[in-house]
């Protein structure tokens, strides 16, 4: 029987650029749209003695950022208009309000007993899902399904044991995979995927009226004929529909 583990506690770091969202100072990405979380930099500017005429070049810079970011975004609108609607969908990902979804199933061609499918979509930091085969496990898969189609965007897989350091290296971590993420009219749209060693990271899928999404190991870090290839947690983000 698993033991109970209590509840964490509410995150109550910095906000969330995007949507607000507080968010723990350890976090790399939001946990609610998945907005990477940059560390501001204070500017240590001093003013001018007087006199002595302000420096135009900090100014003229900030405006050359400003019209490439107009540019950048007028390109994207009009390729996504002269595109067609497979372009035009891409432009309204892009800007798109994200905001976290959650399996009703999970599942997985072979498991640890003690480290189920369920495991890396429970929001404990301290569980795993085990794939229960010693080395990289490579062709064995964990599976999301959802309870209704949604626009998924993207993912964050927490590889390993744990979000905390000097525990995710305890067994192996998934380095290539294959993902295939499935929608209601049973298409699959499949791609080949690599992580880095360590750290919640992002992939970006964008997919419309998915139903469930299979990772598929194909090699990993660490693996060895006495540790598993162990995910700590995958989190789903989808296309708001407010």
Known sequence: VRTATPTPAPENGTPCPACGTPNHQHRNFCRSCATPLTPRREDNATGPYAGQRPPLHRDRKRWIARALVAAAVVAVVVGGVIGGPPAA???QDHFAKRVA???TAWAASHSDPAHKPDLAGDSYSNTWWGTGYADDAAGTYLEATFGQPTDLLALLITP?????QG???EQARPQEFDLVVTDSSG???TSHRSL???GVQRVDVRVRDA?????ILRSAFGAAKDKQVAIAEVEFFA???N
């Open 160 to 164: 390993g044991t744990s979000k905390r």
């Open 239 to 241: 296309r708001s529909k």
């Open 167 to 169: 525990q995710q290296s």
């Open 187 to 189: 298409k699959q749209h």
């Open 101 to 103: 979804v959650h399996p």
């Open 89 to 91: 969908r891409a432009v």
């Open 196 to 198: 880095n060693d360590g």
């Open 211 to 215: 139903v469930s999404v299979r990772i």
